[in-house]
């Protein structure tokens, strides 16, 4: 399953709309993605499963778009 990860590039920072990056990640669970990110000390402010179709809504309108796996 692809995932759409919110998140602030340090734990320190608090989370700002226009500072919030997004990343997408294939992974089963939420619990992995948290995990794997731990290491980069993000701060993640949402995770959420992409449907079929807000995933191909995310290539189409992302020029950026890039899938990283676990």
């Known amino acids: 399953m692809i995932f759409k990860v919110f ?9 700002v709309r ?23 000390r993000y701060n993640i402010e949402f995770v959420t499963p992409l449907s079929e179709e807000a995933l191909q809504y995310e290539k189409e309108n992302n020029e950026d778009f ?3 796996s676990l």
């Open 7 to 15: 998140y602030q590039d340090t734990l320190e920072e608090t989370p």
């Open 18 to 40: 226009e500072r919030t990056n997004a990343l997408y990640m294939e992974a089963s669970t939420e619990e992995e993605i948290r995990k794997k990110l731990a290491e980069r």
């Open 66 to 68: 890039h899938v990283e």
